[in-house]
């Protein structure tokens, strides 16, 4: 879990088996990666995470477990949390107000599963019920919220996936999304094809078809 007003993770956190944050005794949902492979989510003890037989080579915090057993868990979830590792306002107000959010679970062949949806608080996305029942309709097993709002951005091979919200006013370089365009001293260079501030709207090259046909990336 990001906090928007601090630039920090909050909870536990281990990368590559080192413990780099611990939560401070604040409980949160969790996703974490053992020694073995084991998957685990929910709530852990410090012992839990500190476990040296099977240790965990990867740990994150989030807030409020979306799924456990395949049942929406979000209810219980809320009273047992603490509330201060969101910024949103009332705990309630997180849960369903409309925003990005982003996800994890795995389904019932131990398939990792990662879910985001882009959004703007109050206007587009989905409120957590939303993604609870959404991720329980496509299988998944257990899940817990990641980030969400804002900051919730997605990341595949480096590249960026998604279309997050909020950006470095001096350094508006996210702008050029999914590698349509490179950034130049704050402004986007389109490839061929592309146009528009950030890039993201393809345009068909001469000679067109009007309106008589559909665009595809350099046709």
Sequence with gaps: ?????????????????????????????????????????????????????????????????LLRDSHVYINRSVEAECDRTQETGTFDHFVDVVSARTAVGHNDEGKLILFHIDGQMDRRGMILWEVADFLKGQGVINAINLDGGGSSTYVANGSLASYPLDHCVSDPMWRCPRGHGTCIDG??????GWSRTGCDTLVCQPPACSAHGVCTQGE
């Excluded at 630039?7 to 590559?16: I, M, Q, R, S, W």
């Excluded at 949902?29 to 073995?36: E, K, L, S, T, V």
């Excluded at 402004?187 to 061929?192: D, R, S």
């Design 1 to 65: 879990m990001n906090s928007g007003l601090r630039p920090e993770c909050l909870g536990n956190v281990v990368c590559d088996g080192v413990q780099v944050r611990d939560s401070g005794g604040v409980q949160n949902a969790q996703f974490g990666i053992r020694r073995d492979g084991t998957l685990v989510f929910g709530y852990l003890s410090e012992e839990d995470v500190l476990d040296e037989a099977n240790p965990f080579v990867q740990l994150v915090s989030g807030v409020v477990w």
């Design 187 to 192: 402004h986007c260079q389109c490839q061929e």
